[in-house]
């Protein structure tokens, strides 16, 4: 197994994890679509990166961060919904992403679709340290979260600030986010915010199996789809989707066969 | 009438407004310690306003003076439950290291085994049991129940509030008490402050059946002038 597998596989596991946990408050929050409309936020932080010759994944986060901040503060000042904001926001992104990068083909599709071939041990310790830190930092504010999901005048009762742990999320989110790209691209990392999610949901009765299970998901999609795409000669990202669906899709059947034996 | 000694909340001149749309308009009234306060009005009213400005959620003028120190314990009128996967256990559980049987007993929950049920999937009755107790958990002295049995059918209503009644004399908690229903509020309730954005009666809860101030209540919004203490 070369170097290049061993760090995109290590990679794939702690952003699989941390994508997945994340991700599976935001499919409760009900902002699934957030969740992956706001990865290709970070296309004209790619181009930039690129263009300006510095890593592009700092400015795909910055960009990330910014429009979240943006849209969070635009929502509490006008009220309009998060999924329109972020529509706006994120169209808006990729036409200044593609107007950025319109010369260079050749970037643009990396930055599409990501390409887990150019991980470097650097890029595999920051994706490491991210993921620890924004599993730990998510895990300290969960249960406000949810509390604030149920009533929002529940958690404030209970002196929870909304706003504040809203805002941490959204950073979090976005760090996670901006670290998945290099391994499904920006087309398709919502991919791990959302399914590992909804497939735990199937088979969870509790938070806690729900929180685990998302996370467990996330790596299983993640690893074998590395593994696999890297033995059959195919692009990682896609070949990543299309086991976290059939994944779901088992859930699904597992689901459906609970119900039927209860 | 009450000495101020044992008030233990004091309103003056409260006045909420959002983008120039006036929500209480210079709500003044005082409540004795111990003793549960209905608020009742019409939808729209600010009922809900006013105990989230209590909250100091919402921004506002006028004074609020909580004469001690306040554990406030809230049981709102919505929940969004049916899409989350969490058990009654880990709900109670939120910040709390309490004895989960325990706090089902203060709220007659005798059947344990909804512990580990999905908040989701148990009755309206249930659930509003379940908020009650986690808004018991923290041992407040201030109780806020916003239509606290909402969604729950007539003969489970009527224990609820025998057990906040009982609640209430144990522990001497303050309760404020939105609701609807009048034949809960001459029960239950030992003061009354009806609300249409202004105060349209502030007094004696017993009183809620004469029809003149059933009138005053619920005709053509009249404000009063409230003085302080007034019961």
């Given amino acids: 197994m070369s170097e290049v597998v061993i760090y995109s596989l290590v990679t794939a596991i702690f952003v699989g994890v941390s994508a997945g946990y994340l991700g599976s408050l935001m499919v409760l929050e009900k902002m699934a679509l957030v969740g ?30 910014a429009s979240a901040v943006i849209i969070w503060h635009i929502q509490r000042v006008t009220k309009i919904s998060f999924e329109a904001l972020v529509g706006a926001m994120f169209t808006f992104a990729l036409a200044l992403g593609i107007l950025l990068m319109g010369n260079d083909l050749e970037t643009l599709e990396e930055a599409l679709f990501g390409d887990i071939t150019q991980v470097t041990v650097y890029y595999m310790g920051a994706a490491v340290v ?17 509390l604030a999901m149920i009533s929002e005048d529940l958690a404030i009762a209970k002196g929870i600030n909304i706003a504040k742990t809203n805002l941490l999320y959204l950073f979090l989110v976005s760090l996670v986010v901006a670290i998945g790209i290099q391994i499904v691209g920006t087309l398709l990392v919502g991919f791990l915010v959302i399914v590992p999610a909804i497939a735990a949901k199937n088979l969870s009765g509790n938070m806690r199996k729900y929180s685990i299970y998302s996370a467990v998901f996330g790596a299983a999609s993640a690893v074998p789809g590395i593994l696999l795409a890297n033995s059959l000669s195919l692009p990682p990202g896609p070949v990543v989707v299309v086991v976290g669906i059939s994944i779901f899709a088992a859930t699904v059947l597992i689901n459906w066969r609970m119900k039927l034996t209860s | 009438m009450a000495n101020s000694n044992g008030y233990i909340l004091k309103v003056s001149n409260l006045e909420v407004k959002i983008q120039n749309q006036v929500l209480l308009d210079h709500v003044n009234f005082n409540v004795e310690k111990g003793t549960t306060m209905a608020i009742l009005g019409p939808n729209g009213a600010g009922k809900t306003v006013l105990l989230r400005t209590l909250l100091n959620r919402v921004p506002h003028t006028g004074t609020i003076d909580w004469t001690e120190e306040v554990k406030i314990g809230y049981v709102p009128q919505y929940v969004s439950t049916a899409d989350i996967p969490m058990t009654v256990r880990e709900f109670l559980s939120i910040g709390n290291g309490v004895d989960l049987e325990s706090t089902l007993d203060k709220v007659r929950l005798t059947d344990k085994s909804i512990l580990d049920k999905r908040l989701g999937v148990v009755s309206g009755g249930q659930l509003r049991r379940i908020l009650i107790a986690w808004a018991l958990n923290d041992n407040p002295n201030v109780l806020f129940l916003d239509e606290p049995t909402s969604g729950v059918d007539m003969d489970s209503e009527e224990p609820i509030y025998l057990m906040l009644n009982e609640f209430k004399k144990e522990h001497k908690i303050t309760i404020f008490l939105i609701t609807h229903n009048i034949h809960i509020v001459q ?43 007034e019961r």
């Fill in chain 2, 187 to 229: 029960e239950y309730a030992d003061s009354l402050l009806a609300l249409n954005k202004c105060v349209t009666y502030c007094g004696a809860a017993a009183k809620i059946i004469e029809p003149d101030i059933q009138r005053q209540i619920y005709g053509e919004p009249v404000c009063v002038e409230t003085m302080r203490g």
């Fill in chain 1, 130 to 146: 991210i993921s620890i830190v924004a599993v730990f930092l998510t895990k300290l504010i969960y249960k406000k979260l949810v």
């Fill in chain 1, 36 to 65: 992956d409309a706001l990865s290709h936020v970070a296309l004209p932080g790619l181009a930039i990166g690129v263009l300006f010759n510095f890593d592009p994944l700092v400015g795909a986060f910055a960009f990330l961060f």
